[in-house]
Each structure stands twice: as C-alpha cells, then as structure tokens.
C-alpha cells in the first residue's frame, strides 16, 4: 500500500538556519506528492505540491522537488523565520497509482520549532 | 462559510457515551474527507464522501463508527459507545475536486473519552 515516512521531530534550529525535512513515499503508479503546514492552533493548509516526477513545487521561501529515482520529496528552506514554526506534513495522493484509498496519506508530521 | 466549519471544538465525554461531531464543509465542495489525528501517529485517514455516497469506508476503525452526509454539504461523524483510544483530534477536509489532493481542512474536533 501507499506510504509516507517523514523524519521525526521536533526539529529544532535557530533563526535564519537553512532548513530540510526529509520525506520518502512508497507508492504503485505515478502520485502526487504534497506538504502541508499547520500553525499552531489552525487547520491544515497545503503549502506546496508537485504532480510529476522532476516537478518543483514551491511557496512562502519553501521548495520541494519530486525525486522519483530517489522516491522522495524533501522540503527546503534557504532561511527560516520564527513565523515558521509549525507541524509539517508530506503527503501523497494515489491519483494514477491504480488503486488504494481515496484521500491523502500522510506522513506522521514534523514539528519544527524556531528560535529567535 | 468562507472556510470549513467543525463543531464542537472541543468535545469531553465519558466512556461508553455516544458522540456526533459535525463538519460544514466549503459552499460548493463535492468531495468531503474525515481523518484521525492522535498524537504521534500523524493522520488517519477515516471516510471520504463524494456527494452524499461514501465509495471509500475503508478506513472506519470499527463498527463503533458511521458518517453521514447530507444535502451534499454537512456530514456527521458518529461514535457509539467511545472508548478511551478514541479520544483524538478529528479533522475534517473538503475539495473541490477529488482528484487534485488539495484539500481545506477545518480546524478540528478535539475529543477526550475519560
């Protein structure tokens, strides 16, 4: 079935530090892949997604690019601001892969702390 | 709404009672989601509805627990007789289109079964 592994957190880093957050997917066929943020006390929101493999998706300074070799869709950040501080999500949608759930799997989240 | 409406927000209950927890999703989203989100185990997928049909159950932990929708627009997640591992955060989502994976998520609905 279709899976997402995502480092464990928290993640903790000082203001302006470069960021990754590693991401890895099992999947059949040709997913989506997808990171979504949420902020303390608020929803999901979806940050950034990339549809085929090679594909660059990017928001807010974040980029991600869709690794299909590598299975993997690592989120990056040149310099990171306390704003940042959140719960990361990577996840996948079983679109093309024949099969599976409806909806997003999601890896297990990252918690990401910035400090001043 | 502008955005995806969950009630209650907070949720308190003793073990072995019933709970609905409802989710108003975005005006006009045909596709509507419900997922699990305990803590350290990230999210579960629960059911999804694509109008007022839910092709998808698969998810649903036990028998304990039914969704309904109606009206193609509010959906109602029901939990009979909870037990202490229900207590979770439930997130609700919903989507224009089912095959994009952008979903909006509501704020959630957090239950503890004491």
């Known amino acids: 079935g279709n899976s997402v592994t995502q480092m464990e957190g928290p993640v903790t880093l000082s203001e302006e530090a470069f960021l990754t957050i590693n991401c890895t997917y099992t999947a059949t066929g040709y997913p989506s892949l997808f990171w979504y943020v949420q902020y303390p006390g608020e929803g999901l929101q979806l940050l950034l997604k990339?549809?085929?493999?090679?594909d660059k998706g990017s928001n807010k300074g974040f980029e991600a690019t869709y690794r299909k070799e590598t299975t993997s869709f690592h989120l990056e950040k040149g310099s990171v601001q306390v704003s940042d501080s959140a719960v990361y999500f990577c996840?996948?949608?079983?679109?093309?892969?024949?099969?599976?759930?409806?909806?997003?799997?999601f890896g297990k989240g990252t918690h990401l702390i910035i400090q001043p | 709404g502008a955005g995806v409406s969950q009630s209650p927000s907070n949720k308190v209950t003793e073990k072995g009672k019933d709970v609905e927890l409802r989710c108003d999703p975005i005006?006009?989203?045909?596709?509507l989601y419900w997922y699990r989100q305990s803590l350290g185990q990230g999210l579960e997928f629960l059911i999804y509805?694509?109008?007022?049909?839910?092709?998808?159950k698969s998810g649903l932990p036990s028998d304990r627990f039914s969704a309904e929708r109606t009206g193609g627009s509010v959906s109602t997640l029901t939990i009979q007789r909870t037990q202490q591992e229900d207590s979770a955060v439930y997130l609700c989502a919903s989507s224009s289109d089912r095959f994009t994976g952008e979903l909006f998520f509501g704020e959630g609905s957090r239950l503890t079964v004491l």
């Open positions: 996840a996948l949608s079983p679109l093309y892969s024949g099969g599976g759930a409806d909806g997003l799997t």
């Open positions: 990339a549809t085929k493999a090679d």
């Open positions: 005006s006009g989203h045909t596709a």
């Open positions: 509805f694509q109008g007022n049909s839910a092709p998808d």
